[in-house]
Antibody
Framework: EVQLVESGGGLVQPGGSLRLSCAAA????????MYWVRQVTGKGLEWVSA???????YYPGSVRGRFTVSRENAKNSLYLQMDSLRAGDTAVYYC?????????????WGQGTMVTVSS | SYELTQPPSVSVSPGQTASITCSGN??????ASWYQQKPGQSPVLVIY???KRPSGIPERFSGSNSGSTATLTISGTQAMDEADYYC?????????FGGGTRLTVL
């Protein structure tokens, strides 16, 4: 079964760091463009990062310089290193897979992991 | 920065057709995708590349995209279609989501 399982969320103080993990099953993660998307409770979806099959990385301005996306092929996993966290980063974080041979849309999503930034 | 605008809410009677719009500057020149999200669940892709349905998505879901507006159409809407719907597109190496539309099946 194709699935993504996130982990690593939790409570962190403002200015702190957290590393999210996303384990892929049923497919080879390195052959797909992969994404992180977050959602504040009761609000809409917000794109957080993208990594292409060639290793190219993209971020929105709201997290650029603070968040870093990476892959570990041996573990078939995706990561999101989040530094200098702010209260506004509090959200559920989803990893998602792009539709095969495209980067346009995301056809597999994880269940999400909650990140709370608070003192 | 690029923006996608959706109506906050749409209501439809069971069995009728629901249309949810998504507006953005020259959106028709980009690919639009649509996601369905039910409370407490992860988003589900229902339409990608304007008109394509992923495997397992019912035929009553269809999409179009022209000019500045993409439209998700649900024909013969069922109670199970009640959810939040988000449009999404790429612009200048940036992923953009619309604000979401709450579909209520009355």
């Amino acid at each position: 079964e194709v699935q993504l399982v996130e982990s690593g969320g939790g409570l962190v103080q403002p200015g702190g760091s957290l590393r999210l993990s996303c384990a892929a099953a049923g497919f080879t993660l390195r052959t797909y463009d992969m994404y992180w998307v977050r959602q504040v409770t009761g609000k809409g979806l917000e794109w957080v990062s993208a990594v292409g099959t060639a290793g190219d990385r993209y971020y929105p301005g709201s997290v650029r310089g603070r968040f870093t996306v990476s892959r570990e092929n041996a573990k078939n996993s995706l990561y999101l290193q989040m530094d200098s966290l702010r209260a506004g980063d509090t959200a559920v974080y989803y990893c998602a897979r792009a539709v095969a041979a495209t980067h346009d849309a995301f056809d597999v999503w994880g269940q999400g992991t909650m990140v709370t930034v608070s003192s | 920065s690029y923006e996608l605008t959706q109506p906050p809410s749409v209501s439809v009677s069971p069995g009728q057709t629901a249309s949810i719009t998504c507006s953005g500057n020259n959106l028709g020149d980009k690919y639009a995708s649509w996601y369905q999200q039910k409370p407490g669940q992860s988003p589900v892709l229902v339409i990608y590349q304007d008109t394509k349905r992923p495997s397992g998505i019912p035929e009553r879901f269809s999409g179009s995209n022209s000019g500045s507006t993409a439209t998700l159409t649900i024909s013969g809407t069922q109670a199970m279609d009640e959810a939040d719907y988000y449009c999404q597109a790429w612009d200048s190496s940036t992923v953009v989501f619309g604000g979401g539309t709450r579909l209520t099946v009355l």
